[in-house]
């Protein structure tokens, strides 16, 4: 398994933009796939974007298309999710999580990804 760590949640006002980090460390960073999940109050969890092990390959859910953007840094073990215009409807606990392969399906749902943070808040506020 590999140990995650997010960072860089918080509150911010609607149009604002966040840049959540997520530090791996267990297994070869460079070989899996990563992806960002989020669930809000009520809701059941949802894949926001995944990418590839070297980045070649990204997917976004339709909500967030133009506004985020997942990266990684295989040197650093680090995967960033941009998070720009920020809405309310942002407003959920954001997950990191590394995939078991180096390439996910596109919309994976989490069922190749087998180990997860312990999440950090989002908030956007109107």
């Known amino acids: 398994q590999v140990q995650l760590v997010e960072s860089g949640g918080g509150l911010v006002q609607a149009g604002g933009s966040l840049r959540l980090s997520c530090a791996a460390s267990?297994?070869?960073?460079?070989?899996?796939?990563m992806g960002w999940f989020r669930q809000a109050p009520g809701r059941e969890r949802d894949v926001v974007a995944t990418?590839?092990?070297?980045?070649?390959?990204?997917y976004y859910q339709d909500s967030v298309k133009g506004r985020f953007t997942i990266s990684r840094d295989n040197a650093k073990n680090t995967v960033y999710l941009q998070m720009n215009s920020l809405k309310p409807e942002d407003t959920a606990v954001y997950y990191c999580?590394?995939?078991?392969?180096?390439?996910?399906?596109?919309?994976?749902?989490?069922?190749?990804?087998?180990?997860w943070g312990q999440g950090t808040q989002v908030t956007v506020s109107s």
């Open positions: 999580a590394a995939a078991r392969v180096p390439v996910v399906p596109r919309g994976d749902d989490g069922r190749s990804f087998d180990s």
């Open positions: 990418i590839s092990f070297r980045g070649g390959t990204t």
């Open positions: 267990g297994r070869t960073f460079s070989n899996i796939a």
